[in-house]
């Protein structure tokens, strides 16, 4: 999704997210799951690295199916 | 909408300070219950004032007078508007630091302007994406000097040798680039519309494209709280009144990338600072909304140069009214009377009422377009954000544990680095955060056994050249010698609100 932006490949995608590609990963995210995410500013702060990220999006996934 | 009988003198001079009219007459006048701003609520011109003369009780009370001197180092806020109004209306001199500035490029700074008083923030609240953010401030005295000079506003530039440059523009500087705004006329939002604004509010583009002449004009200056697609959508259709949105290139790729955008009568055009999209980007961006989509071209020594807000002659721009461009040895100059630059003046930087642009590009002598080719220094735009290359690459090299280092540009800031006995990689980006602010640091730091050089011993700057030497100083483990650095392309423009929301990445380390 990240490399999406700027025609990358991913291997040229970094651990750091800055915050360009982070609006961009918000937005593709969004899309992707149809609708607007729970995310608040702590969450925003800790996606500003790849596994960062991967954290927040597993514990959205936790919180969302266990409803 | 200038006011009659208002006049500013260009005189930069030596003064008892500005004649603080101008806020009043040229930004402040209108209905009292006129909106004026958006940003947590809407804000109009009778709260405005009431803002402002609250923030210059407490200036003053901080010894900030006519022809005092302050740095405001706020984010994007309805602090910074109030503190910067605020000290044009005592008329002191106001220098912008950009709030992601580490503590050791601010204190450069001021050491270097010498303010009378400083504003930080003595608490944000607020985090990434946020189009502002809302700051509880510090109003502290600094041992400063009052202004030398009768300049209103005061820019550090990223430098391309040595510090900064120091831009310096006066009211009446400020007061004729509005203006510019208002003779350009078709393209630019009218009285009772709305710019929402996605261009940083403390650069040119948002600061004087934006809210100074929304504010001139009686244009409502909006900022969305939320920088994402659907937090700029969602602010565009709160309202129905005519929407202008600004912004830089990165916002029309965001906005293109909208699959289904909801149905927006009231967004009538969009226009963009900085470098020309793909022209796929620029279809796409036009067929998703219908609405214009147009660019300006511009400098902070300068504001507007020249547009083309309906994409009409892509990829030329019209010069703004009242301005002359012309070119010499390839090179793009522009009439400015009086040099932007507090300090020595560089005859390769301004003469004779011409400014250079360093900026390759060309005039058409039928039509007077410009048509803009490239920089001809080592200034790179990171998300909207001028970056030199030059100041990135001379700080590196500086560190201790750093025996040399080139730094490069593709898509990103990139540097490769040759290290002296025990450093680490990891030691050197600690040590680069301390000095340079996230939007300048490099993405990617390679670190090679030796530089690249050609056969009379200077640098080789080919990427092609040095990745080759990266991969050469670890053949078997290429990923481990290199350590990421975050921060780079911190979007302005688009998180203007946060402060550095990138934190510090894994490093990985090498086996030297």
Same mark, same amino acid.
């Given at each position: 999704?990240?490399?999406?932006?700027?025609?990358?490949?991913?291997?040229?995608?970094?651990?750091?997210?800055?915050?360009?590609?982070?609006?961009?990963?918000?937005?593709?995210?969004?899309?992707?799951?149809?609708?607007?995410?729970?995310?608040?500013?702590?969450?925003?702060?800790?996606?500003?690295?790849?596994?960062?990220?991967?954290?927040?999006?597993?514990?959205?996934?936790?919180?969302?199916?266990?409803? | 909408?200038?006011?009659?009988?208002?006049?500013?003198?260009?005189?930069?001079?030596?003064?008892?300070?500005?004649?603080?009219?101008?806020?009043?007459?040229?930004?402040?006048?209108?209905?009292?219950?006129?909106?004026?701003?958006?940003?947590?609520?809407?804000?109009?011109?009778?709260?405005?004032?009431?803002?402002?003369?609250?923030?210059?009780?407490?200036?003053?009370?901080?010894?900030?007078?006519?022809?005092?001197?302050?740095?405001?180092?706020?984010?994007?806020?309805?602090?910074?508007?109030?503190?910067?109004?605020?000290?044009?209306?005592?008329?002191?001199?106001?220098?912008?630091?950009?709030?992601?500035?580490?503590?050791?490029?601010?204190?450069?700074?001021?050491?270097?302007?010498?303010?009378?008083?400083?504003?930080?923030?003595?608490?944000?609240?607020?985090?990434?994406?946020?189009?502002?953010?809302?700051?509880?401030?510090?109003?502290?005295?600094?041992?400063?000097?009052?202004?030398?000079?009768?300049?209103?506003?005061?820019?550090?530039?990223?430098?391309?040798?040595?510090?900064?440059?120091?831009?310096?523009?006066?009211?009446?500087?400020?007061?004729?680039?509005?203006?510019?705004?208002?003779?350009?006329?078709?393209?630019?939002?009218?009285?009772?519309?709305?710019?929402?604004?996605?261009?940083?509010?403390?650069?040119?583009?948002?600061?004087?494209?934006?809210?100074?002449?929304?504010?001139?004009?009686?244009?409502?200056?909006?900022?969305?709280?939320?920088?994402? $697609? /659907? &937090?700029? *959508?969602? !602010?565009?259709? +709160?309202?129905?009144?005519?929407?202008?949105?600004?912004? =830089?290139?990165? %916002?029309?790729?965001?906005?293109?990338?909208?699959?289904?955008?909801?149905?927006?009568?009231?967004?009538?055009?969009?226009?963009?600072?900085?470098?020309?999209?793909?022209?796929?980007?620029?279809?796409?961006?036009?067929?998703?909304?219908?609405?214009?989509?147009?660019?300006?071209?511009?400098?902070?020594?300068?504001?507007?140069?020249?547009?083309?807000?309906?994409?009409?002659?892509?990829?030329?721009?019209?010069?703004?009214?009242?301005?002359?461009?012309?070119?010499?040895?390839?090179?793009?100059?522009?009439?400015?009377?009086?040099?932007?630059?507090?300090?020595?003046?560089?005859?390769?930087?301004? $003469? /004779? &009422?011409? *400014?250079? !642009?360093?900026? +390759?590009?060309?005039?058409?002598?039928?039509?007077?377009? =410009?048509?803009? %080719?490239?920089?001809?220094?080592?200034?790179?735009?990171?998300?909207?954000?001028?970056?030199?290359?030059?100041?990135?690459?001379?700080?590196?090299?500086?560190?201790?544990?750093?025996?040399?280092?080139?730094?490069?540009?593709?898509?990103?800031?990139?540097?490769?680095?040759?290290?002296?006995?025990?450093?680490?990689?990891?030691?050197?980006?600690?040590?680069?955060?301390?000095?340079?602010?996230?939007?300048?640091?490099?993405?990617?730091?390679?670190?090679?056994?030796?530089?690249?050089?050609?056969?009379?011993?200077?640098?080789?700057?080919?990427?092609?050249?040095?990745?080759?030497?990266?991969?050469? $100083?670890?053949?078997?483990?290429?990923?481990?010698?290199?350590?990421?650095?975050?921060?780079?392309?911190?979007?302005?423009?688009?998180?203007?609100?946060?402060?550095?929301?990138?934190?510090?990445?894994?490093?990985?380390?090498?086996?030297?």
């Amino acid at each position: 999704m990240l490399a999406t932006y700027g025609d990358r490949s991913p291997a040229d995608i970094a651990e750091g997210i800055d915050s360009l590609e982070l609006a961009w990963l918000v937005h593709q995210l969004e899309q992707h799951y149809g609708g607007p995410l729970d995310l608040d500013d702590e969450a925003l702060a800790r996606m500003s690295t790849v596994s960062g990220t991967l954290e927040v999006l597993q514990e959205l996934k936790v919180e969302t199916g266990s409803r | 909408m200038r006011r009659k009988g208002f006049r500013v003198t260009d005189d930069a001079q030596p003064t008892p300070g500005i004649d603080p009219s101008w806020v009043d007459e040229v930004l402040l006048a209108g209905p009292a219950d006129q909106v004026a701003l958006v940003f947590e609520t809407p804000v109009t011109r009778a709260d405005l004032r009431r803002l402002i003369s609250a923030k210059q009780s407490v200036l003053a009370a901080a010894g900030l007078g006519r022809g005092g001197s302050v740095a405001l180092c706020l984010a994007p806020s309805l602090a910074f508007v109030t503190n910067l109004l605020a000290a044009w209306r005592l008329g002191a001199r106001a220098a912008l630091l950009d709030h992601r500035l580490t503590a050791f490029e601010v204190d450069n700074a001021l050491q270097r302007l010498a303010p009378q008083v400083v504003v930080t923030a003595k608490h944000v609240t607020g985090g990434p994406l946020r189009g502002f953010v809302e700051i509880e401030e510090r109003v502290a005295t600094y041992p400063g000097r009052p202004a030398d000079t009768a300049h209103a506003l005061i820019q550090l530039s990223s430098g391309s040798t040595g510090p900064s440059k120091v831009i310096a523009r006066t009211a009446a500087n400020l007061v004729e680039e509005v203006e510019r705004y208002v003779k350009i006329g078709a393209g630019v939002p009218q009285g009772g519309e709305r710019i929402v604004s996605l261009a940083s509010m403390v650069h040119v583009l948002g600061l004087v494209g934006g809210l100074l002449y929304g504010l001139h004009a009686g244009v409502q200056f909006v900022v969305p709280a939320r920088m994402t $697609a /659907d &937090g700029i *959508l969602s !602010t565009v259709a +709160a309202d129905p009144a005519p929407t202008t949105l600004l912004g =830089v290139p990165f %916002h029309i790729e965001l906005l293109s990338s909208v699959q289904h955008p909801m149905k927006l009568p009231q967004l009538t055009g969009m226009t963009t600072g900085g470098e020309l999209v793909r022209a796929e980007v620029y279809g796409g961006f036009v067929d998703r909304y219908g609405i214009r989509l147009g660019n300006m071209y511009g400098m902070t020594e300068v504001g507007v140069i020249a547009t083309d807000l309906f994409g009409e002659h892509r990829p030329s721009l019209t010069p703004a009214p009242g301005l002359t461009v012309r070119e010499e040895a390839g090179e793009l100059l522009v009439s400015l009377p009086a040099s932007p630059y507090l300090g020595l003046v560089d005859p390769a930087r301004w $003469a /004779d &009422g011409w *400014l250079h !642009t360093k900026d +390759a590009g060309s005039v058409d002598a039928a039509t007077g377009r =410009v048509r803009i %080719h490239g920089r001809r220094d080592s200034q790179v735009s990171v998300g909207g954000l001028k970056v030199d290359l030059t100041e990135v690459e001379h700080t590196l090299a500086a560190l201790p544990g750093v025996a040399s280092a080139v730094v490069t540009f593709d898509k990103a800031i990139e540097a490769y680095v040759m290290l002296r006995d025990g450093a680490t990689s990891a030691q050197v980006q600690e040590r680069l955060a301390e000095r340079l602010a996230g939007f300048k640091r490099p993405r990617v730091l390679k670190v090679v056994e030796q530089l690249p050089r050609t056969a009379t011993g200077k640098l080789v700057r080919d990427r092609a050249a040095l990745l080759a030497a990266a991969a050469d $100083a670890a053949p078997a483990i290429p990923a481990a010698i290199s350590a990421v650095i975050p921060g780079q392309r911190a979007g302005q423009d688009v998180t203007d609100g946060a402060t550095d929301p990138v934190a510090p990445a894994p490093v990985k380390e090498g086996n030297r």
